[in-house]
């Protein structure tokens, strides 16, 4: 589907829900039908909230529920316990309730709900309404299945503030750095703040020691498709150099003071149906030389 429809979905697909809901007397309401969000920043989803039964209700928790591509929080939770932990009868609230971050991974239309805890006594954990969320990510570089169009080159272009999806794995934000794995068509490089390594048709086992000294990853470039494997060759970058090696690296991993690198070596591997299947003898790697023993700090397979 055309990126040029993401503005025009974006108002039209959220529209199809009702975004209200009503359960042991409490009222909720969110502020708009059409939620967009966009990338960068997160945004602030406003709700009402009613107490339309005879006695008080408390709210204990604000759970936000969504699916791969985005998450969410409560707004603030200091704000639950001092001004919303008790609705009297016929008390109404307004104001932000949740707050929702986009993913730079992952599907554009998002799905889920904003789920509000609590019950007729402090203490209660029942859930008292859900109110079902669908959104849509203003991102125009992915396409609503979080795929890329034939001809987009990896950018990095993460603000260093936000750097990294929460358990995303191969993403690292230390002190004043940020480095990470941009993706693109059929291209993936390794960013380090705004600045791009080479590029490679994929990245795997980004590792970054402590000091963000030293930085290693595997890389697999000139890939060759037949039916449903492909096929690649694969070298180990460490420190921006390609460094080679016996055979084929698997579960790369860096020493603590990142000096030194090591890898489970195999006769061959391809991606077959998207999981990556080896074959042939193991053999253990310490800095592109076969070892007998792995060193104690190694923590791959």
Not at 59 to 87: C, M, W
Not at 105 to 113: D, E, K, M, Q
Not at 130 to 152: A, N, V
Request: with cysteine; net charge negative; aromatic share 6%.
């Amino acid at each position: 589907m055309s990126k040029c429809w993401h503005t025009i979905l974006a108002f039209v697909f959220p529209a199809l829900w009702a975004i209200s809901a009503q359960a042991s007397g409490l009222e909720a309401t969110l502020d708009r039908y059409e939620i967009t969000v966009p990338m960068g920043s997160p945004t602030i989803i406003q709700a009402s909230l009613h107490n339309s039964a005879t006695a008080p209700v408390y709210l204990t928790g604000v759970k936000v529920q969504l699916s791969e591509g985005a998450s969410g929080d409560i707004y603030n939770p200091a704000l639950l316990h001092e001004r919303l932990f008790k609705l009297e009868p016929g008390q109404s609230w307004g104001g932000p309730l949740a707050v929702v971050r986009p993913n730079h991974r992952g599907p554009l239309l998002i799905v889920g709900s904003i789920r509000l805890i609590g019950g007729s006594t402090p203490a209660s954990g029942d859930s008292l309404v859900s109110i079902p969320l669908k959104l849509t990510i203003d991102d125009r570089k992915r396409k609503f299945d979080g795929s890329y169009d034939p001809g987009d080159i990896p950018a990095c272009d993460r603000p260093l503030e936000d750097c990294c999806d929460p358990d995303e794995v191969g993403c690292y934000q230390i002190a004043n750095h940020c480095i990470y794995v941009a993706d693109g068509y059929d291209r993936q490089e390794v960013c380090i703040n705004h600045q791009a390594e080479k590029s490679y048709e994929h990245i795997a086992d980004l590792r970054v020691s402590s000091d963000v000294a030293h930085i290693v990853y595997l890389a697999s470039f000139q890939c060759a498709s037949g039916g449903s494997d492909v096929l690649c060759k694969r070298t180990v970058v460490m420190d921006h150099l390609e460094r080679t090696g016996p055979a084929v690296a698997t579960h790369l991993e860096l020493s603590p003071d990142g000096q030194h690198y090591a890898y489970i070596a195999r006769g061959a591997c391809v991606l077959h149906a998207g999981e990556e299947v080896c074959s042939g003898t193991t053999h253990p790697i310490v800095d592109g030389v076969k070892v007998e023993v792995m060193p104690a700090w190694y923590r791959g397979k």
